[in-house]
């Protein structure tokens, strides 16, 4: 189960949260700041050292090109008709003026003209002749060991009329650029070394990287440094963080003025740093404690914030629970818990006195006292509650009238319904008596209209076969009116050649009168012929009388039979319409005989109704009674 906090461990618990979270983020923001300001500044300055320190060997080199070029201008060395042994007693005196660790002149090829023994005979394996062969200028070698001494070489051309004639080298001891190596300040363990474009270490306090000509490449091969490394040895001014056998370092390099050297500064980051983590440290102290004061305090307000507003829930749940007996303890403050916990025990004064002008308002009615009057002094909400019971008591007391007057009212209601309801029994008495007659003679009418529906379907079945037989009638008799039309037709074709045989007994009759004697024969088949024809023709226009006289009939036969089955599909119709009414009646009857039923049912009912009534009105009477003296018995105001 999850265990509950109180008000003030929430205070104490969300307020210390938001502290230490706040303490936490300020600290890691000053402290992320602080290491990102603290990096920025040291590389910054180590930058600028690199290159001041830079610019300090270019001004002591300086001093030595400068005394070079000086001495490279003078006739007695330049000249070329002043003998070797002058030269070589000017550079003996020049030496004694300037601590050389030896000075000599060489000719163009590299090879020694005069100078100190101790000088080489050549110089064309050294990088600072190449340099002097490609540029003509002055030059510095790189520094190198030699007869136990580390030295450092200045070479300037010898010029007659513009043209080299020869080169003037001297070779000075290193400790002049150890000298300001020496002299940088990089923390505890921090150096300095000087660097070629090859990454060649030819300048460093410890001479022993120097004489073991030590590569930076080769020396911390770090994927992480070779990007740092080639901006220095590509002669840029920058810083950076590396990481060297001590760890990671600070370095800062720049190019060295003159010379194709370049300046490299290192130093541990946590020799620097330890200051920075110390205040950091320092502070998250500082913060702890700042913390666990904060603490108490708030400890102290969340206290007194807490302690009313606990006091006051506790009071709250009481009164849920319905206790409003205890009085609230009141806050001495005169802020919102002070405000709270007064209109708190307001509250509760309010609402035990409501409560006890309600009960006490119930209590009255309970007791059958209607004229109680509703105490007027309710606030707020609060209004509505009075209004609701001054409602009730007035309702109840109008209720109370309205019983009494409907107490006099339901007997005199109860008296007639129970007179009324024996009314009712005879007149029911009777209708069951009439109700019985007339199923007897829907029952009669049920038998005749299934009387007539089999008349009405015999009636049907005989219309049917007349007007089928009719209709037969008058297929035979259009056939004999075709047949006639036929015999008519032949009438006719005999007709023509009756004609015809006539016209042929003429001609027949003309030609035996041409033909005299000879004819006679002739003449008389032709007669007989004629006779013949005319005969034909009579009995053909006899014949045709006879058929139009038959074709008339026929007609007139047909006429009639077609209105006959006219009239035999008109009985027909009439007939299915009668089939129809007889079905309609039929089904009205049987509607009928379900109605007497239903209101045979329904009869039953209200004989059963009609004596509950008669009961029920006797028990009215005796309730209506036991009301008014109920009502007789309560205190109530009477209605004006």
Not at 31 to 54: E, F, K, P, W, Y
Not at 213 to 238: C, I, V
Not at 245 to 256: E, K, L
Not at 422 to 428: D, F, S, T, Y
Request: with cysteine.
């Amino acid at each position: 189960m999850k265990k509950q906090r109180n008000l003030k461990q929430k205070i104490h618990f969300y307020v210390m949260a938001v502290a230490v979270l706040v303490s936490i983020l300020v600290m890691a923001i000053i402290s992320v700041g602080s290491i990102r300001s603290t990096n920025a500044i040291l590389l910054d300055n180590m930058q600028i050292t690199a290159r001041i320190a830079a610019q300090n060997i270019s001004s002591n080199l300086h001093l030595l090109t400068e005394r070079m070029y000086n001495f490279s201008q003078e006739t007695v060395l330049t000249d070329g008709t002043v003998s070797g042994e002058e030269k070589q007693a000017r550079l003996d005196e020049i030496k004694l003026q300037i601590e050389f660790v030896w000075l000599s002149a060489y000719d163009t090829s590299g090879n020694k003209l005069y100078g100190d023994a101790s000088a080489p005979d050549a110089i064309t394996d050294t990088d600072y002749y190449s340099m002097l062969t490609q540029t003509g200028n002055l030059v510095i070698g790189e520094p190198y060991y030699a007869d136990g001494i580390l030295q450092l070489c200045v070479g300037v051309a010898l010029k007659e009329e513009g043209e080299a004639t020869g080169y003037l080298v001297g070779s000075y001891k290193y400790d002049l650029l150890n000298d300001v190596l020496s002299q940088l300040v990089l923390g505890d363990t921090g150096s300095a070394c000087i660097l070629n474009g090859d990454g060649d270490i030819i300048g460093d306090r410890n001479t022993q990287n120097m004489r073991s000509r030590n590569n930076l490449y080769e020396m911390y091969p770090s994927s992480g440094n070779l990007g740092k490394f080639e901006d220095a040895t590509s002669f840029q001014t920058g810083s950076a963080v590396v990481r060297l056998d001590s760890g990671r370092n600070y370095a800062g390099y720049a190019p060295i003025p003159g010379t194709n050297w370049v300046l490299f500064l290192y130093a541990p980051v946590k020799e620097f740093m330890n200051d920075v983590y110390f205040a950091i440290l320092l502070s998250v102290l500082l913060s702890g404690a700042l913390l666990i004061a904060a603490g108490a305090v708030i400890a102290t307000v969340s206290r007194r914030i807490s302690d009313p507003i606990s006091n006051a829930t506790a009071r709250l749940q009481a009164l849920s629970d319905g206790d409003l007996t205890d009085e609230v303890i009141l806050s001495e403050s005169d802020d919102e818990t002070g405000i709270l916990t007064d209109a708190l025990s307001k509250t509760v004064v309010s609402l035990k006195k409501y409560i006890q002008d309600i009960d006490s308002c119930l209590s009255t009615l309970a007791g059958g006292d209607y004229t109680v009057q509703v105490p007027d002094d309710f606030r707020g909400d609060f209004v509505s509650i009075r209004d609701a019971l001054s409602n009730i008591t007035e309702a109840l007391n109008h209720t109370m009238n309205r019983m009494n007057q409907s107490s006099v009212e339901v007997s005199d209601c109860a008296r007639q319904l129970l007179e009324g309801s024996r009314e009712q029994a005879v007149i029911l008495k009777d209708m069951e008596e009439n109700m019985a007659a007339i199923t007897s003679s829907i029952e009669q009418n049920r038998g005749n209209v299934q009387e007539m529906e089999e008349c009405a379907d015999m009636a049907g079945q005989k219309t049917s076969m007349g007007s089928s037989n009719m209709e037969n009638m008058l297929e035979a008799m259009s056939q004999i009116h075709a047949t006639v039309e036929e015999i008519s037709k032949i009438s006719l074709l005999i007709e023509d050649i009756s004609k015809q045989t006539n016209i042929l007994s003429l001609n027949a009759s003309i030609e035996a009168g041409r033909a005299g004697k000879a004819g006679k024969g002739f003449a008389v088949v032709a007669g007989e012929i004629g006779s013949l024809s005319g005969q034909t023709a009579e009995a053909l226009q006899q014949t045709g009388e006879l058929i139009e006289r038959s074709t008339e009939t026929i007609r007139t036969g047909l006429a009639a039979a077609r209105q006959t089955a006219e009239a035999f599909r008109e009985i027909e119709e009439l007939t299915k319409q009668y089939q129809k009414i007889s079905l309609r009646i039929a089904e009205t009857v049987r509607q009928q005989t379900e109605a007497v039923a239903d209101a045979n049912d329904r009869l039953e009912t209200l004989q059963s109704i009609a004596g509950k009534n008669d009961s029920m009105a006797a028990e009215s009477m005796s309730q209506a009674e036991g009301l008014r003296d109920y009502v007789a018995q309560v205190k109530i105001k009477t209605d004006r």
